[in-house]
């Protein structure tokens, strides 16, 4: 038995444990964004009111990691084992995670300054950003999917149900990002209520239905 | 048996986890916010004394963090399985120990500078943070108690005696930013001094009565 | 039967805890090398378009630490127990890991900033970083080589394939190096891609072959 | 038995993690002070040979918190459980941790900027701590010890073997920042060496003596 569990464990612990270790970082990093404002002596006060759009992008991309760690721990909950590829479909979900508060700091500081131009380019990036979020969790959910028709039945959950959310989120960021360019940047702030959508929709946390034997 | 421990563990496991990488990175983020003065050289040892509000908001919020881990260690001892509701309960409480930095930083560099109108802000910053964190922790509390009249008996702690803290809690903070906007902020800073009330009064660690089977 | 169990858990589990979490936190923290360009109002897009050698550098680091973190991932699973000396061994794989995002930045800031003198100089210093990284792993290997033959035949692993790849590593890092202060920096930028030779050769996945039992 | 799996795992695993999570970030941390120098185009060669006290001290502070993590591993393998007072007892030991950054970049900087006032004002700031340090270990091991004699045997370990050691830190401590002070700061920076000893001298990754059982 003790067999059993070491392997079991080896196997999907680490990986549990290092993305872990990354949303909890990515989550708590977005927090250094938020600095004292420059203000005089004072006005610290409007200082703070000022960086507003600090505190927007700053929720929006908590939310996000929260989804995505959600999102991540019930796709793992029917993972039995991980081998190569599976390992480097999940890095590349923690490498979107990890580059968030990049897009998010580039978004408050254009918003904060304002030129419309800059703020176009920040919801671009924003959008682009969360496209590629987006795109690396169909790479997972296909490697997922490959995975099951070949071996155990663990893994097996409706590919088309899951690959369906992120091509929407998808859509969503892409028409969000263009409304953004070409009516105002303050319309393409939609984008960051994306993930609202992702939380609504996720399946993370329910309960796994009980799963029929496939071959059955 | 393998399964159990699975279905066991993951449900617990990863969001105990994210949470401890969380608060451990929010304790080790405030250090950051210790610099190396600007000094003229020779000077280092005045500009480092100039900086004891930095210190003192350090500890506090250092001291914050470990009764918020103490807590949460303490609420999910009691909880054998988490489901969407909980999961994102425990989310707002994450949430809260990430933005302690912020109000840290702002509230160290305000009486690091000086001016009675920026403490003030920043104290009442610090004490609306705190207000905030503690009502996540009534939120959490509510739904485990919600969840506990229904299924399992698990969760049943007191429902009545787990709000009071957060609640008294509150209190203070709004007694004590008040002081700090009516008479000096430096009064104010006795919401530094509340965590102490809590890490006190905390049934964390306590060793768990032995519940009486609830319905008996 | 527990106290098997503590036995095993204590002695790999938490040396793989601090592992994950300075693999994550090396990932994560490489993120703060991007940040939000100085910029003239309204010209945010080519300021963020200037960075590029920020974010070749930032991407070849994550990459560099996701195939570490792969081969740690398997070499801990033929390791049964730790000692003092492996102990050590893997702290200097760590010190590796941690001191990767400081050349990352000197090399994105040379290749920015735009002097042949100081992008040589970044190359030399991310090359000479990266041979210490993969003399680290051959002292690790070689620890658990030597301790392999005189205990238990749990990690036994070729020896000669362990640190075959660690040992190229080397050579193409130094004649990396070489090429860019001989020729040209921007030659010397391909230590970038030895990362991808790691990763395409990495054993750290692959299911481990049924081990003969040494002794027979 | 999953009862006495949770009561177990719920009491020690945490801490650990938190603990893991603690001295894992206070690690990656010290990297920050490794920071692209100042430096005219084309010197970046000599900006970096510069700042030379930064590695130094970067290296001692690693050094020092893998001491710790090894003592922490080797005090927390004989614990069973944790209760209110060890777990603050903990906490001491990881707001020690957590510190160590700030001393070490005051220490660097002051070495790197040059006078010989900032530099003795440094090196008694980084003993301070240290002695700090060591203190919290001997709180923790005098906690350790009281419970040991009253609950189960399972702490058991001298106790008087135990603080010797941070006893013997503190003064080596002591004496080097006094010779810092009195003669030359260049002299105090032997207390960098002092996690030396500590490494050398640690039980942390002995194998424990099998313990024979207290009472009899």
Redesign the interface.
């Known amino acids: ?2 067999e ?3 392997n ?1 464990a ?1 196997n999907t612990i ?5 993305s ?13 964004d ?3 404002p420059d ?1 005089e ?5 409007i200082g ?1 009111l000022r960086q507003w759009p600090g505190y927007v992008s700053f929720l929006a991309s ?1 939310l996000y990691i ?1 989804v995505i ?2 999102n991540h ?1 019930g796709a ?2 029917r993972i039995a084992s ?3 590829v599976l ?2 479909a999940n ?1 590349g979900v ?2 979107g995670a ?2 968030l ?2 897009p998010t ?2 978004l408050a ?2 918003f904060r ?3 419309i ?2 703020e176009r ?2 919801v671009v ?1 924003y959008a682009a950003l969360a496209v590629f979020m987006s795109t690396t969790w169909i790479v997972f959910f296909w490697v997922l999917h490959r995975r099951s028709s070949t071996t155990s039945s663990r893994d097996t959950v409706s590919w088309k149900a899951q690959v369906q959310r992120p091509i929407i989120g998808i859509l969503c960021y892409i028409v969000g990002a263009g409304l953004g360019v070409l009516i105002h940047p303050a319309i393409g702030l939609v984008v960051l209520l994306i993930p609202v959508y992702y ?1 609504v929709t ?1 399946e ?4 796994p239905r009980p799963v029929a034997p496939t071959g059955a």
Chains 1, 2, 3, 4 share one sequence.
Do not use: K, Q, Y
């Not at 680490?14 to 290092?18: F, G, I, S």
């Not at 002596?41 to 006060?45: A, E, H």
């Open positions: 038995m003790e059993n569990w070491v079991f080896c680490r990986t549990e444990a290092l872990d270790g990354v949303f909890a970082i990515a989550m708590t990093l977005l927090v250094l938020l600095r004292v203000h002596t004072g006005s610290l006060l703070l908590f929260a760690w959600t721990h793992f909950r991980i081998d190569r390992s480097w890095m923690l490498l990890v580059l508060p990049f700091a580039v500081d254009a300054a304002g030129s131009e800059d380019t920040a990036l939380a996720s993370g946390l329910r309960r």
